[in-house]
């Protein structure tokens, strides 16, 4: 299923803070159908419609009207996903699948690449600004992503330098003392050569009563394009961004404010975001405060495209350096959790461009990721002691990856595909205090091979149906703990093997498109880890075997000619089958952590016409059914079915806008990470946003 939202009359408007993005297009005529878009997700241009996989497909003025400043926002307009804010981290699930853990020996398991670089997870929570598209791919893309994408992919593509010397600004206000700034310009050195600088600010003096979960932020894109013939393109771009807001602290949650009793939907206040411990709630370690966050990121990375005859050579080559070391409180307890990145990575493809039977690309990667971390608990006190430390963790890997699609006859295709990867895991540190403080170490390179077949019969030129089995794996890892004669450190690496069938179509002239996937994920050796505060130590181990089956219908229509509106309906059942803890004890029939059962989407637009202007007029809502936030469902990580919206509304008037928005507008609290700790606990929360409204406007020159 895709889905695919695309708006009559596209706005250049920056309808909720999103930054600035390219001059939109012309509008078009009432009566025009949906319009096709492309994507990129297989690593090959090609109409979304006609691409047998479940990509989420959103352009840059859908980005602009959902307001989607960073992956955690996508969540309102993407369906079946959960983008989990941790701190500095993002903690990504996409129907049912990935890693609620963020320490530094364990990956996430659905990759997140950024101009086709993939980025660790730390980088994810960074903001987006001057995007062109946001595509998601679910299920195991193990054949032309490898790494980190056992349940899926996300590509975030950055708006290119144009040839022309158009800028724009866009400046938004709001509660919290928000204020949100986006500047981007083109500049056209010369025939050949284009420039494009991008900065944006943000700052509010924070959602929480301590002044925590605030931001003062700022991101730096410079990108140059240059063509110095109709063969050769040379894209490089460098981008620097800083946090030096305060860190969300974690609420309490599941506890009764009257009697200090086990409640599960209970927190201290009846403002939710009250982080403060006053009265009988006090702090026995001290008070809690706001958090200075230290987070600072640079990366560079680029493309050069040299184009044969029906065939393109593609090299990406790019390196990240990323250091955090924010301090929040986790309820009582004031704590930390840190990360070091530096990361190397390449990539040389060659994939055909000409007409014929024959669709093919192939390619060698190359990365090599040294990280470091630790999390560390009370820090004001004279107690004080880590939880994890990880002093060095090198990942080295090596791949060759190849896919093809050959057209049989005009309406069917066969697709196969293969990656072997090398990957290398060497690690050191020192066990917690607690347990010895012994040193550790671990060497260990796993070979694998992964494959993708697939199937796609086109039933008439605006229906297609597929089928595809692909499969996917996530390196193995370690307990930062010492191997003794009867311990081993390691932790098996995951597998997952997707089957997906689904249908594509379109109805009514290209007014009515209905998208529908089933799919059954077979998960083994899933990496997971009981987290318990009080214990000195919390060992990964893996889970024999999850099952995920589920569907997902997307529904876009353009109702009438100035209305559009979309459906979305997702079920997933993920559930445990066969997991078994350390001590013994089975979770099987227990659903995954943050997988609802359902997710409900709907979006509406309605354009008024006025003059040569436009006045638009547009919600989202998302319903989730009730999920747990671990694979124990622990007290106090249940999160009840929840609903949230967000509406807007533009005038736009060609080269200047002005709008106003409100997200969460019934002020639902949600959790996002969370985990059974805290004092008195059973469990502490981030959350997720609570009700924003403001104003903004832009203009273009």
């Not at 009563?209 to 894109?221: C, N, P, Q, V, Y």
């Not at 461009?353 to 630790?374: A, C, E, I, Q, V």
């Not at 066969?578 to 029939?589: A, L, Q, W």
């Not at 609802?596 to 638009?616: C, F, K, M, Q, S």
Request: charge should be negative.
């Amino acid at each position: 299923m895709v889905r695919t939202i695309l708006y009559s009359g596209v706005l250049s408007a920056m309808l909720t803070g999103v930054a600035a993005m390219p001059a939109r297009a012309e509008a078009p005529a009432a009566n025009d159908a949906l319009a096709e878009i492309t994507v990129t997700a297989e690593k090959q241009t090609q109409n979304l419609q006609k691409t047998a996989a479940q990509v989420t497909a959103i352009p840059a003025d859908i980005l602009i009207d959902a307001g989607i400043t960073d992956l955690r926002q996508a969540q309102m307009v993407v369906p079946s996903v959960r983008f989990q804010a941790e701190g500095n981290n993002t903690q990504v699930f996409v129907r049912g699948v990935g890693a609620n853990l963020d320490f530094p020996n364990v990956e996430p398991n659905v990759a997140f690449n950024f101009a086709g670089i993939y980025l660790p997870r730390e980088a994810t929570s960074a903001a987006f600004f001057d995007v062109q598209q946001l595509e998601v791919l679910p299920g195991s893309q193990g054949t032309l992503y490898g790494r980190s994408a056992i349940g899926g992919t996300i590509n975030l593509t950055p708006a290119k330098p144009g040839f022309n010397n158009d800028g724009q600004t866009v400046l938004e206000v709001g509660n919290h003392s928000s204020v949100h700034v986006t500047t981007t310009q083109n500049i056209k050195a010369s025939d050949t050569v284009a420039v494009r600088a991008a900065v944006d600010y943000a700052y509010n003096t924070g959602y929480e009563e301590t002044g925590a979960f605030s931001k003062d932020d700022i991101s730096l894109r410079l990108s140059t394009l240059i063509n110095p013939n109709d063969r050769l393109s040379i894209y490089l771009w460098a981008q620097g961004a800083e946090k030096r807001g305060f860190t969300e602290n974690l609420v309490n949650k599941g506890s009764s404010p009257i009697n200090g009793s086990y409640c599960e939907m209970c927190y201290f206040y009846g403002n939710v975001w009250n982080d403060t411990r006053t009265g009988p709630y006090a702090a026995p370690f001290g008070a809690t405060d706001a958090q200075r966050n230290h987070y600072k990121t640079d990366t560079i990375g680029g493309q050069i495209d040299y184009k044969f005859d029906n065939m393109m050579l593609s090299y990406i080559p790019s390196y990240l350096y990323l250091d955090a070391r924010p301090q929040y409180w986790l309820s009582a307890i004031l704590s930390t959790n840190t990360a070091h990145y530096n990361q190397l990575t390449q990539e040389l493809r060659l994939a055909s461009t000409g007409d014929g039977p024959f669709k093919w690309l192939g390619g060698l990667y190359y990365y090599n990721s040294r990280n470091s971390g630790s999390e560390f608990l009370f820090l004001n006190q004279p107690f004080s002691f880590y939880q994890t430390n990880v002093d060095g963790d090198r990942l080295q890997g090596y791949s060759a990856f190849s896919q093809l699609t050959y057209s049989i006859t005009d309406t069917l295709r066969i697709t196969g595909g293969g990656r072997g990867s090398s990957t290398q895991r060497t690690a050191h540190g020192f066990e917690v205090v607690a347990l010895g403080g012994r040193p550790y170490d671990f060497d260990k390179t796993y070979n694998h091979f992964d494959w993708k077949v697939g199937l796609e019969k086109d039933l008439t030129p605006k229906v297609m149906v597929y089928g595809v089995v692909q499969t996917g794996f996530q390196t193995g890892t370690f307990n930062a703990l010492p191997n003794t004669a009867t311990y081993s450190n390691e932790v098996k690496p995951e597998e997952l093997k997707s089957y997906t069938v689904g249908i594509k179509s379109r109805w009514l002239d290209d007014r009515l498109q209905i998208n529908d996937e089933i799919y059954y994920y077979d998960f083994h050796n899933l990496i997971i880890q009981s987290y318990d505060i009080s214990a000195p130590y919390n060992s990964i181990f893996n889970g024999n075997k999850v099952a995920i089956k589920g569907t997902q219908l997307d529904i876009l229509t353009k109702v009438f000619t100035d209305d559009q509106a979309n459906v979305n309906i997702a079920y997933s059942h993920a559930r445990n089958v066969d997991v078994v803890d350390t001590g013994g004890v089975s979770y099987d029939g227990l659903a995954t952590a943050y997988a609802p059962d359902w997710v409900i989407e709907t979006g509406y637009t309605h354009n008024t016409p006025i003059g040569a202007a436009t006045l638009r007029a547009h919600i989202d809502w998302r319903f989730e059914s009730k999920w747990w936030a671990d694979y124990v469902h622990n007290k106090g990580t249940e999160q009840a079915p929840s609903n949230k919206g967000d509406a807007s509304l533009t005038y736009d008037a060609d080269w200047w806008s002005a709008g106003l928005w409100i997200k969460n507008m019934t002020n639902k609290a949600v959790i996002a990470a969370t985990a059974a700790a805290g004092i008195p606990g059973p469990a502490t929360a981030y959350l997720e946003d609570p009700r924003t409204f403001g104003a903004r406007f832009s203009v273009k020159y």
